[in-house]
Structures are given as structure tokens and as C-alpha cells.
């Protein structure tokens, strides 16, 4: 992608993770990048330094998306840095996996509070602070398909997310923004392994037929391609990224 210098993207959760493949694959497209974090200043100032080094523009910004406070904040903070915002990528998000009956209302409540309530106030801020012709790509969740055990809250919450995206992507009418999802499978992150054994981690990656787990830079490439001018027909969707996993 070329002569997009200009355009600013932002990322939620992204000091690590996918959210930090997806800050440099968006700064190689050409974008300028707002790395937001919640407690992991060092990884994001870190992230923020290597794509200076780059040659790229980016900046680190603290913020806490289930807060509308904080989130307006952001937006102002990267205005002021960087440029009115182009790109939205709500990636922020945890994955605790229980039993339902066994969930506490404290876990309910965050996981709600980081997905949906996340999502629900970047992508407030970002209806009227939006570029037009931007871009917003939200996260759900390949398990919102697979209905897997100990998985209800996080899919609920993910589900949640999935509605919103497509609602606002009929309200976003006469802008020329595109909101979408992505919905990865299994993917190899400290977020994914994290607690596993190896036998369950191979366990789920042979269940794509393409028998791997996902790499973030998988995920990274389809995040580019809705960010970029080849998806400007692709609205209002949900891309299941999970190697034909569901």
C-alpha cells in the first residue's frame, strides 16, 4: 500500500500480542500508529521506539477501553500527536476459560467490560471522530461458532460484539466507513498457550484442515486488508480467520 503516510490507525491492546503484529504490519502499510495500552507501558513504549527506529510514526497511549472517559482521552491525545483517526482496530481483550456455573461475578463483569463495553465506547468516540472513508475492525471469536465448553462467557461477550458490528455498520450510512469483524481460530499468542498442556495445544491444532494453529501474522494480513482500499465493498461482515476451523 502506498501514499498513505498520512492516515492514522489506532490499535486497542496492542503492546503485545496480536495487537502488536498488528501495529507493525499497519505501520509498514504506510500508516501512522497509535499503540493503546492499559498496564503494559514498557511493552507498548518499547513497540513504539522499535517502529520509530523504523521510520515510522507511532506513539504509545495509555488508556482503559472499557472507560468512556479514557477513551475520549485517546482519541484526543492521538488528534494531537498524530492526526484525526482513519483506522479503528478494537483488538484489546482476555480469555479466561471456565465452566460457566464456576465464573465469578468480577470475571463476568471484566470480560463484558473489555469486549463489549470496549468496543461499544472506541466505536461511539469513533462516530462522530472518525475520518470519513475509515476503516473500523473489531474482534470477535471463531468459538463463538464452536460453542466449546467453559467457553460461554467469552463467547457471549464476543457474540455481543459480533451484533454490534453489524448494526453499526448500517449507521454508519452516508460516511463511507466500513465496520467489520475479524474472528479468529486458535492462535499461537502468550494469550492462547497460556495454561495448556502440550497435548492440548495440539489437540487444537489439528482441528483446522489445515492442521496448525494460526499465527499472528495470519491475523495481521487480514486486519491490512480491511484497513486497505481493497476491501471498500466488504461491509458490515464477520471474517472467520481460523484455517477452515467453522
Given at each position: 500500500m502506498t501514499n498513505r503516510i498520512s492516515k492514522v490507525a489506532l490499535v486497542t491492546g496492542a503492546s503485545r500480542g496480536i495487537g502488536a503484529v498488528i501495529a507493525r504490519q499497519l505501520a509498514s502499510d504506510g500508516f501512522s500508529v497509535a499503540i493503546n495500552y492499559?498496564?503494559?507501558?514498557?511493552?507498548?513504549?518499547?513497540?513504539a521506539v522499535e517502529l520509530q527506529k523504523a521510520g515510522h510514526q507511532a506513539i504509545a497511549v495509555k488508556a482503559d477501553v472499557a472507560s468512556a472517559?479514557?477513551?475520549?482521552r485517546m482519541f484526543d491525545e492521538i488528534e494531537a500527536q498524530l492526526g484525526k483517526?482513519?483506522?479503528?482496530?478494537?483488538?484489546?481483550g482476555i480469555l479466561k476459560v471456565m465452566p460457566l456455573a464456576q465464573h465469578s461475578d468480577e470475571l463476568f463483569d471484566q470480560t463484558f467490560n473489555i469486549h463489549a463495553r470496549g468496543t461499544f465506547n472506541t466505536m461511539r468516540e469513533a462516530a462522530?471522530?472518525?475520518?470519513?472513508?475509515?476503516?473500523?475492525?473489531?474482534?470477535s471469536s471463531s468459538t463463538v461458532g464452536l460453542n466449546l465448553p467453559g467457553y460461554a462467557v467469552y463467547i457471549a461477550s464476543k457474540a455481543a460484539v459480533e451484533s454490534l458490528t453489524q448494526v453499526f455498520a448500517k449507521e454508519m450510512r452516508g460516511r463511507n466507513i466500513t465496520v467489520n469483524a475479524?474472528?479468529?481460530g486458535p492462535v499461537a499468542t502468550?494469550?492462547?498457550l497460556h495454561g495448556k498442556s502440550e497435548e492440548h495445544i495440539q489437540n487444537f491444532a489439528r482441528m483446522p484442515p489445515l492442521e496448525?494453529?494460526?499465527?499472528?501474522?495470519?491475523?495481521?494480513?487480514?486486519?491490512?486488508?480491511?484497513?486497505?482500499?481493497?476491501?471498500?465493498?466488504?461491509?458490515?461482515q464477520i471474517l472467520r480467520a481460523n484455517g477452515g476451523l467453522v
Open positions: 492499559a498496564s503494559s507501558a514498557t511493552e507498548a513504549a518499547r513497540l472517559e479514557d477513551v475520549r483517526v482513519d483506522v479503528l482496530v478494537n483488538n484489546a462522530t471522530r472518525l475520518n470519513d472513508g475509515g476503516r473500523i475492525i473489531n474482534f475479524v474472528a479468529p502468550e494469550l492462547f496448525r494453529l494460526g499465527q499472528p501474522e495470519d491475523i495481521a494480513r487480514v486486519v491490512s486488508f480491511l484497513a486497505g482500499p481493497d476491501s471498500e465493498w466488504i461491509n458490515g
